[in-house]
Structures are given as C-alpha cells and as structure tokens.
T-cell receptor, first 112, second 115 residues
C-alpha cells in the first residue's frame, strides 16, 4: 500500500539553526513526493515537489531530495527564521495526481 | 482568482442528522479533491473529481458519504446519519489541468462537530 511516515514534533529550534524533518514513504510504483506547509491560521500550501528519483525540490530556502534507495524525502533548510514556524506535511501521489497520501505533520517552532 | 472557498466554515449537528458541505474551486481548475483531517493528523483522502466525473474514492469512505460535482464546477459532500466519529475538518482542494496538475490549492475547510 501507500503511506507516509514523518518524524513527530514539535521541533523547536533557534533562529538560524539547521532544520531537518524526516519523511519516509511506502508506495507502489514510482510516486511523486511533496512537502506542504500550513502557517498558523492559513490553509495548506505546496512548498516543494519531486516527481522522480534523485530529483531535488526547492523553494524558499527549503530543499528535499527524492531518495528511492532509502524511500525518503527529508526536508532541510540551512537557516530557519521565526517566520518558518508552521506545520509541515510530507505527501505522496502514486500516479497521475488522482490521489494523495499525507503524513501526520510536524510542527516547527522557531524561537528568536 | 479568489481561491478555493468552502461553506459553511463550521457546522454543529446532532448524531443521526444529515449534513452537506459545499466547495467552490478556483474557476479554471478541473480537478477537485475532498479530504478529512482530524486533530494532529494529516489530511486523509476521501475522493477525487476530474470535471464532473468521480474518478477515485477512498475505501475508507463508508456508504454514508457521498460527493457530487454535477456541472464540473462546485462540489458537495454529504454525510448521512452522522456519527461522533465524523467530527473532523473537511478540506477541499482543486488543481488545474496540464503540467501543474500536481499543485493542489486548499480551501479553509469546514469544521464539523457531531454531538
């Protein structure tokens, strides 16, 4: 079957610290992988994507690399800001974007 | 482009009652998705429409749930004989045809409380 597992939160970091949020997946076939972000009081929005193995998605200083050999798509940022405080969701779509599977979310708190 | 809208934003109902939610996607988006999200969890896929055709439906969706998108524009999600376990946030998302069809735009959700 298809599923996504994320590290549990909350993750609390100081401003300018390095961020890693782990995500691993189980999928049939060759899924596309995504990170979505939900800022306080807002709806989910796409942060970045990767559609095939070894692709690197990037946006707003965040990066994630599609690792087929380890079935992982870890989110990283070199220097977090207070404004990055949000809940981050890893997701996959097995084919044609007809269906999406989301992880349980990881809350990030960044302190000044 | 006003984004995805959902109505109502909050609904409180008694167990056993029927409820209906509406989703208005972004106007040129032909793909529409419904999700359910409970506290501390990620969105759980319920169903997917491409235009007016319902192409995917989660096996987790019981027969009490039904969704329609009659003219390929707005969509409704109905829950019959509500149960306390149906209490959740119901999210709608839409995406455009073509190369960017992977990018879902989410609405604000309808929070359902079943008492």
């Amino acid at each position: 079957g298809n599923s996504v597992t994320q590290m549990e939160g909350p993750v609390t970091l100081s401003e300018e610290a390095f961020l890693t949020i782990n995500c691993t997946y189980t999928a049939t076939g060759y899924p596309s992988l995504f990170w979505y972000v939900q800022y306080p009081g807002e709806g989910l929005q796409l942060l970045l994507k990767a559609t095939k193995a070894d692709d690197k998605g990037s946006n707003k200083g965040f990066e994630a690399t599609y690792r087929k050999e380890t079935t992982s798509f870890h989110l990283e940022k070199g220097s977090v800001q207070v404004s990055d405080s949000a809940v981050y969701f890893c997701a996959l779509s097995p084919y044609n974007f007809n269906k999406f599977y989301f992880g349980s979310g990881t809350k990030l708190n960044v302190k000044p | 482009d006003t984004g995805v809208s959902q109505d109502p934003r909050h609904k409180i109902t008694k167990r056993g009652q029927n409820v209906t939610f509406r989703c208005d996607p972004i106007s040129e988006h032909n793909r529409l998705y419904w999700y359910r999200q409970t506290l501390g969890q990620g969105p759980e896929f319920l169903t997917y429409f491409q235009n007016e055709a319902q192409l995917e439906k989660s096996r987790l969706l019981s027969d009490r749930f039904s969704a329609e998108r009659p003219k390929g524009s707005f969509s409704t999600l109905e829950i019959q004989r509500t149960e306390q376990g149906d209490s959740a946030m119901y999210l709608c998302a839409s995406s455009s045809p073509g190369r960017n069809s992977y990018e879902q735009y989410f609405g604000p959700g309808t929070r359902l409380t079943v008492t």
